[in-house]
């Protein structure tokens, strides 16, 4: 490895701590930042990169978790020592003593500028994608094993909950005695996902391919011939309906059909690479049900999205008011954020049977995996109804939440600002606790380290705040790679920019300036060049070489750019029309792309496929994870 050609990590975090200093030096003085650095520095030296990954992040959390009053902060059993007699570390100390008092509890007046100082520096590689230790792939397989026996565990109160919960449904038509109880909240959710459902057609669907990997491993081409579909999900959906083009394509394909088998394939485990804190968990469904579940969910998607019932409550494509309602949150208090641990593997296939009407489990039921095959080779049944890897994960776990907390609100008021976006919910503060209850009690589990029910501190999609103030850090993930390498070069350039926009400028300058070591001229944002560029380039370090287009009628520079190969593979016609009729003018959509859809390892849908006003190429597939770094005139 070339040292002339490495950022170092250690000097990353040093000009981000010179940085605050220049803009908060009446609080953090030149020697405070000789202190706080001589600590980085040792502590790096020693520990290695695991004090910024590890160490740090975990000050962060008990940080946060101070900042909701709900704990003080104590840092000698965090590992670090106490600044001037006091429980806060000597690490930025400064800013710590104008958060807290020096017994660890927040301060009545805490100044919310240097609650986002302190989590910038400890949150900045918390995400980092460095290598992880294989025994993290064995815990997460085993965390997955051990929600299996808790739901197992969980399914005969469902059970007795069902039966009391008919009883009720007979009793209520003698009696309008309103209760909290769990009978009552299930028969009231029950009674919200039925009007839903009303009128839901699960047959008047567009199939299509999701852009992942599939259990039975095809190349996205090979997706449109069928080897398989199982019996059950021809009981709702017939092939010559849902599975080929016309009824000429049935006839050609007559031969191919007979030889068509009907066994009920498992799912498959994968463990996806997250961060050094391991792997990521997703289990790909075999290609004929991820058929059927894209379909559905696009339909259920904008359902939930337009039906008046839901359209205020329940999101899939915009985060929009879930991040607003953590800051108004923050501000006022009077909303709190909920986190569910493992949601997607915690919605049973038992807690789907009690709240959704009979007809939608039916469904459901049938174009799920009844089990899955882990890593080692070995079948397990499933008893959660998807878990991550499915289309229809995400739909009805939010719809799950929604209609217990719907049917648990004890208002109008309440009702009306419940909040969910996946797994992240918000719901009033005096309802949190009722909520929390309700939801583990039906075999949920709530994160109570990322809930946020108290204190003046709310995170929410990807937004945390403070007395309403956006106090989000920036988490670098991509690791600097000492040769030239597209993802490294557009992640950097990006870093650098929030940098930039968060008026860190030192540590912008020592980033752009590895960047320019090893990439060369950089374009600046005020060449409006259609490829990565930077907020401030000075002139001798932006492309020099020009020329003028005179087909564009444009000045275009010879840069540094970003493309993806792509691979043109032609199928049989009726393959291609198949794929154009269910993908030329469909978008398919977003709902937790970077977690319900697990991109394909080597090839995805061209990006053609989600605009309905640009060409269509039904043999062009854009080629992943092989991104190539080009020059060429932007």
Known sequence: MDPNNRLDELELIVTLLRDIQKSHGAVFNTRALRNTTSVVRRRTRSEGLSFLTKTLPRLGKAFDKALTGSTKLNCITLGFKPYRNTELPIFMGEFFSRVFQQDGTILPDSCAT????????????????????????????????????????IIPKLQFTALLADDLTLSRRRSTKVDSSLPNVIREARILLSRVFSGFDFTDIVPRHGPGVVATKQQLWEKFRWTNVASRIRKYYPLDAYFYASLGHVCDDLDSIATITDHD???????????????????????ENQWIQQGIMAKLVQRIETLNLTRFNVFFTDQGPNQRGALLGSKSGRYATLDLKEASDRISLELVRLLFPKHVYDVLETVRSSATVLPDGKKIPLLKHAPMGSALCFPVLALTIWSILTAAAPNAYTRERILVYGDDVIVPTAFAANAIEQLESLGLLINRDKSCTSGFFRESCGVDAFKGINVTPLRL????????????????????????DRQYFTCYDYIVGELHRLYGPIPEESMHLACPSLRE???????????????????QWLCNDVKAPSVIHTMNGWSMLLRFFTE????????????????DRDFSLSADNVDDKSPFSVSTYTKRRTSMLVRRWR
């Open 477 to 500: 993930r991509t690791v600097w790679s000492s040769t030239p390498s597209a993802s490294s070069y557009t992640s950097w350039i990006a870093y650098a920019n929030a940098m930039y």
């Open 584 to 599: 030329s003018s469909a978008r398919i959509p977003s709902t937790h792309s970077a977690e319900v859809q697990f991109r």
């Open 265 to 287: 394939l498992p799912a498959k485990v994968i463990l996806v690479p997250k961060d050094s804190r391991g792997p990521r968990l997703i289990s790909c469904e075999p290609v």
């Open 114 to 153: 240097c609650v986002r100082v302190i989590r910038d520096v400890c949150y900045l590689f918390y995400k980092y994608k460095l290598p992880y230790d294989t025994e993290l792939e064995q815990k997460v397989i085993s965390s997955f094993l051990e929600t299996e026996n808790d739901l197992e565990r």
């Open 537 to 555: 380039v000075s002139e001798p370090n932006r492309p020099q070489r020009s020329r003028i287009n005179h087909h564009l009628q444009k000045r």
